[in-house]
């Protein structure tokens, strides 16, 4: 961390000037408890009305080291954009499938051979849509660089699919494609139904995946409706980017309750609490946060991996706070994956609270757990994902 402030003290103006302002030394960096010291870049200046973002580069936007902006899913109007080095995406990758593997239990050998049903459009089509976001360009959604990630390590299938039919209708009613786009449902049901038909040392692996609100969707409307439901125990559930208050991308719909989630996951797929996650990311910082389910807390309790460190900032002095209980903005340090930008330290307007130092008092896993409650300002989502206001 010493190092890569140095660094961005060095290549960024803009940080040497707030730097000089706080009159900060990297010199007083000598072990964890200094990480507090190091001034922080507030999530907001990535904005794109901040027009910041293009000043807190470290590497010229020319340079052949640069790979793109990653655009956020715009849930408030107003998109994040955070420049990225190629080296940046891999290091984006190596925490992504890292955070995967420790909280998703699926043997990490056999994630290749597991039928992987991904609530969300295509990688390409992702990006098309992040063209709608900004002007700036190269771009993608930071979403769909996760998405691009997962198919590294497995063989995902994005299940949002194009239907003629209500294309036609559409454009007859609407002289709109909006809702010619819908969840290939038949495409799981037979899938699953398939794999029941084999033998049982042949049956395959089952992971539903992708955006909360379409798996929602999923079971609450189409399994519900046509009394549908799946006996399989060994199958997880892991859905990433937030919107749990109803509130994702420019999409706004009831809030989704965590704890009746969990419950229709249990009903309608047939597996366990313990196998459903949920993972915690934003744009501004390259840190993938996994999770398990808490039945004491009945929320998701999510795991700081051992590529970064977190505090927690009173809501009005920015103090830190370090008592089990405490809540208070969160901050993420971490020297990877931040070539292109000045991100190493990122404080960000989401409402957390702390559950424990150092190790989880309930799945033992290293390193500091917290609680997200929300967004301070409106509350209006957590983190980015994948995209539905065009379903």
Request: charge should be positive; charged fraction near 25%.
């Amino acid at each position: 961390m010493k190092k890569i402030t140095n660094e961005s003290i060095e290549s960024n103006s803009f940080y040497k000037e707030l730097v000089n302002k706080q009159k900060f030394n990297t010199d007083d960096l000598n072990n964890l408890d200094d990480l507090a010291i190091i001034p922080y870049i507030p999530g907001p200046y990535f904005k794109e009305s901040a027009n910041m973002f293009k000043k807190l580069m470290k590497i010229p936007i020319k340079s052949p080291e640069f790979e793109t902006w990653n655009v956020s899913s715009c849930t408030t109007g107003d998109a994040s954009l955070v420049g990225r080095s190629r080296e940046d995406i891999e290091l984006l990758a190596s925490m992504t499938i890292k955070c995967i593997y420790e909280f998703i239990p699926i043997p990490k050998d056999e994630w290749y051979k597991t039928i992987s049903f991904n609530f969300s459009p295509s990688v390409k089509f992702l990006n098309r849509i992040a063209w709608r976001y900004t002007k700036i360009r190269p771009v993608k959604l930071y979403g769909s660089i996760l998405h691009e990630i997962s198919t590294r390590m497995s063989n995902p299938k994005f299940l949002i699919k194009f239907f003629i039919l209500k294309a036609f209708k559409e454009i007859i009613k609407k002289r709109s494609l909006v809702g010619a786009f819908g969840i290939n449902t038949k495409f799981v049901i037979n899938e699953v139904r398939k794999n029941f038909q084999k033998q049982e040392e042949e049956q395959k692996h089952i992971s539903f995946g992708g955006s909360l609100q379409l798996l929602n969707i999923f079971m609450n409307v189409y399994m519900k409706e046509d009394n549908i439901r799946f006996d399989i125990p060994n199958s997880v559930v892991n859905t990433g980017g937030g919107g749990w208050s109803g509130h994702k991308s420019q999409l706004k719909y009831p809030p989704i309750d965590k704890v009746k989630f969990v419950s229709d996951c249990i009903e309608y797929f047939g597996t366990k609490a313990d196998r459903i996650t949920d993972m915690y990311g934003f744009t501004e910082t390259p840190i993938v946060f996994g999770s398990h389910w808490s039945d004491k807390h009945q929320d998701f309790i999510f795991h700081c991996p051992s590529q970064a460190r977190i505090l927690i900032r009173d809501l009005d002095s920015l103090d830190p706070l370090s008592k089990k209980g405490d809540q208070g903005l969160l901050e993420v340090f971490t020297p990877f994956g931040v070539a292109a930008s000045v991100n190493h330290a990122v404080l960000m307007d989401d409402l957390v609270e702390l559950v424990s130092k150092n190790r989880c008092p309930e799945c033992g896993y290293e390193g500091d757990s917290f609680l997200v409650h929300g967004r301070i300002k409106d509350k209006e989502g957590l983190g980015c994902a994948s995209i539905l206001e065009w379903i």
